[in-house]
């Protein structure tokens, strides 16, 4: 019996995972072989290297059949698809900055774990991407949290780092602990982990039993946990610490990747499970007032916080929390189909932004040694390029003209603004825009104004330069040509991402 | 028995966990808090693979994915506790307070 | 309600659960501490085997009141550690954790008692090992596969971060 269960399933499917997988076995195995005289910089390009072979699995699998193998427990859908390519590109652009490293840093001894981790980390946010059951998702987003917090604290000379590692396993110990204890109440009234069925038996359990008050904890508990994830006010205290002592490229690995994958889950919990409460009346107008309070609160604690940092890693973890903020804005309003189009385009574009002033920020960091604001003075006038390339980033981070962050924020405002009152939620995120101005100019005006502290250039690395030249690309790109992306965003079925398997082949018909 | 004296032992456990969390100054103190936090959660699961709506064996299934979780958790805590406890000789959860601003 | 064996079992069991966690919380020995938590977790296994889930509280026994309670007792001695634990110097932060904890303890408690919509009686009979096995390796394969490469992960993460340095 066994034998035509594996006989039955498509594993096809599961190449792009597969080939990341073989890439840390690579990794291990090439480590454990090698002798430790030789050095071990250029394993990144065996992470690279599966990292583009996986790029180019998921491309092969366009166009797309939508699949499921056991149950959902997997599951190939247009929106998993698109939030693969983001998971993937994410970290290749991220690992290509990993790779410029000091001469003689204590860390390269564990360069290959570095790499490893990385991968696997990638490894459980495409596991996150393509299943709607609820044991996939979080375990999936298990693997991401632990190889995180391994990245973080693995400094272990840097008092900072370990102690951010330290205060990561806790925050997120903490916040899956109370996703776990708020789904337990949905399992007791559902007795399934799919959330197709979820959604199924809430909907004859809200009509029939006196449940409301566990559907309530169970979605408060949870809410905290996803928060905590995405990073969302008042459950952020842990980015600013965690960001701050991780180094660089990790600090934007888990801005982009992390949250991503947060958000997505979050999508398809709220949209697939919770889709008969969102329908009704009394229940649709509690969940998003609920929504709409973590989005206001976010943007005004993030905003207003980031003004009195020094560090400028921590305004742009403060930014990130705003930014979070920011996408919130969209989900009070879920009726209509074009928010995927909205979170999709911003999602690229705070990718490519926080991958932009993170890399900046490492490859200055590397320089002076510290990342406070003081080691910005007079960049300009040492290496014009970056200085211009960081400008761009905040301008793009606060949302000026001409930039994608611009469109991003507008196509988002828009869209809200299209599809229901949430006016006073698009009113707070005009008004902390503005005050955003003051960090990010603070920032700036440190590059342009103040006297440099040396007149040497700043060295870069090739890979570090070329990471910063596409980012430079895509965000004037999609800043002054915005429909090349929106288009292509606009022709994906999104909504096959959020309805069975029988339903999108009775669609098809 | 009645479903609910199971649910409300783990919402005891689950809150005393959380203080641990929240109080505790000797770090692996609040590590062993976390592992209460997260068997409370199994408890509950558990219960309901009993005395649920519709009772099955999913609950068990989740509950010992989330021992393996909860393992490793433990595990990756630990081992950076013992880096930081290299760095600078204490593990007085109220000391780790260099990050802040 | 009647008294049966179970309520027995189970008055007993959780008397020990939440007194070993109620200990954990106000004794001031640090490893008093680590051996009330302990039970806590033995007497939680023993609430497995109520509720029919026997292979869940062998591993219950086996992975938290064996591996993590001897882990963390080997942290608490591995590290210097002041013997009596002192409350914590943030009064404000003490206050709030309390206030808070103790409204989610009311509310959650509350929420428990109105679990009454649920069918008491089961069949239980097919909740073997067999039938969890199946489950691992038919349904959730995938997920079971994922959690592998997990344990890898946070196997080569403990040993990197926890490794002493300076030597080979």
Not at chain 1, 329 to 345: E, M, Y
Not at chain 1, 494 to 502: A, R, S
Not at chain 2, 33 to 46: D, F, K, P, T, Y
Request: hydrophobic share 55%.
């Amino acid at each position: 019996m066994m034998n035509k269960v594996f006989e039955q399933i498509e594993w096809s499917l599961l190449t792009p995972e597969t080939t990341i997988i073989a890439g840390i076995v690579l990794l291990l195995l090439t480590d454990l072989v090698l002798p430790a005289s030789i050095s071990r910089r250029w394993f990144g390009f065996i992470g690279l290297a599966s990292i583009l072979g996986s790029l180019a699995f998921v491309v092969s699998q366009l166009p797309l059949k939508p699949a499921e193998i056991l149950f959902g427990t997997y599951r190939l859908d247009p929106m998993s698809l698109v939030f693969k390519l983001l998971f993937l590109t994410a970290t290749a652009l991220i690992l290509l900055v990993a790779m410029d490293r000091k001469k003689g840093d204590k860390t390269d001894r564990y360069i290959a774990e570095e790499y490893i981790l990385m991968l696997s980390a990638l490894l459980g946010a495409m596991f996150l991407a393509s299943s709607v059951d609820v044991i996939t998702l979080f375990i999936g987003l298990e693997l991401l949290s632990i190889s995180s917090y391994i990245l973080v604290g693995m400094r272990k000379h840097e008092r900072l780092s370990t102690e951010a590692g330290w205060k990561y396993v806790i925050y997120g110990g903490v916040s899956s602990a109370f996703f776990l204890y708020g789904y337990s109440f949905l399992y007791g009234l559902s007795g399934t982990t799919n959330l197709f069925t979820l959604g199924q038996s809430l909907a004859e359990v809200v009509q029939s039993t006196q449940s409301d008050l566990f559907i309530v904890a169970s979605l408060c508990l949870m809410l905290v946990g996803f928060a905590f994830k995405i990073s969302l006010a008042p459950f952020h205290m842990w980015a600013p610490d965690v960001y701050q002592g991780a180094s660089s490229p990790v600090a934007s690995f888990l801005a982009v990747v992390s949250k991503a994958a947060g958000i997505l889950f979050l999508i398809r919990f709220l949209l697939i499970g919770m889709y008969p409460l969102l329908r009704s009346e009394v229940w649709g107008e509690n969940i998003m007032w609920a929504l709409a309070i973590l989005a206001a609160v976010s943007m005004i604690v993030g905003n207003t916080v980031a003004l009195r940092q020094q560090n400028v890693k921590r305004i742009l973890a403060y930014s990130g929390i705003a930014q979070a903020g920011y996408l919130f804005i969209i989900f009070p309003s879920l009726q209509s189909n074009l928010i995927f189009v909205s979170v999709g385009f911003y999602l690229v574009v705070y990718m490519l932004m926080t991958i932009g002033a993170f890399a900046i920020v490492h490859v200055v960091s590397k320089d002076t040694g510290n990342e406070e604001l003081t080691s910005f003075d007079g960049l300009v006038r040492r290496s014009p390029g970056l200085a211009i390339a960081m400008t761009l980033f905040l301008f793009s981070l606060a949302g000026i003209p001409l930039t994608a962050g611009f469109i991003g924020k507008v196509n988002l405002s828009l869209n809200t603004f299209a599809s229901g009152q949430m006016w006073l939620l698009i009113s707070t995120l005009l008004v902390t825009t503005v005050i955003s101005y003051y960090y990010y100019f603070r920032i700036v005006q440190r590059m342009f104004v103040e006297k440099a502290t040396s007149d040497q250039k700043v060295p870069i690395s090739f890979f570090s330069a070329l990471t910063i030249l596409v980012v430079v690309l895509g965000t004037i790109g999609f800043g002054i040509m915005p429909d090349l992306l929106l288009s292509k965003l606009e022709t994906v079925k999104w909504g096959y991402g959020l309805i069975p398997l029988e339903g999108i082949q009775q669609l098809k018909n | 028995m009645l479903i609910a004296s199971y649910l409300a032992l783990a919402a005891i456990l689950f809150v005393i966990g959380l203080m641990g969390v929240l109080t505790k100054r000797n770090a692996v103190i609040v590590l062993f808090s976390l592992e209460l936090m997260l068997n409370a959660a199994n408890i509950n699961l558990v219960t309901f693979s009993k005395m649920g709506l519709v009772p099955n064996l999913n609950g068990q299934v989740f509950a010992l994915f989330n021992v393996v979780v909860a393992a490793a958790e433990a595990a990756v805590g630990l081992a950076i506790l013992f880096a930081i406890y290299r760095n600078r000789e204490t593990i007085d959860a109220e000391k780790f307070n260099l990050l802040k601003g | 309600m009647e008294i049966t064996g179970e309520f027995i079992a189970f008055f007993i069991l959780s008397i020990l659960a939440i007194c070993g966690a109620v200990f954990m919380i106000f004794f001031t020995n640090v490893v008093h501490m680590g051996v009330s938590m302990a039970f806590t977790f033995l007497s939680i296994a023993g609430i497995y085997f109520l509720l029919n889930a026997d292979f869940l509280a062998v591993i219950q026994i086996m992975v938290y009141t064996g591996a993590i309670s001897i882990l963390m007792l080997f942290g608490i001695m591995m590290t210097r550690h002041k013997e009596t634990e002192e409350k914590l110097n943030r009064p404000i932060h003490y206050g709030l954790s309390i206030a808070g904890a103790g409204v989610l303890l009311v509310s959650l408690v509350l929420l428990s008692r109105g679990a009454t919509f649920v069918s008491d009686a089961v069949d239980t009979k097919g909740y073997g090992i067999e039938k969890i096995g199946e489950l691992f390796f038919g349904t959730y394969m995938i997920p079971f596969e994922l959690a592998s490469i997990l344990l890898l992960v946070a196997l080569i993460g403990s040993i990197i971060i926890a490794k002493k340095e300076g030597q080979e």
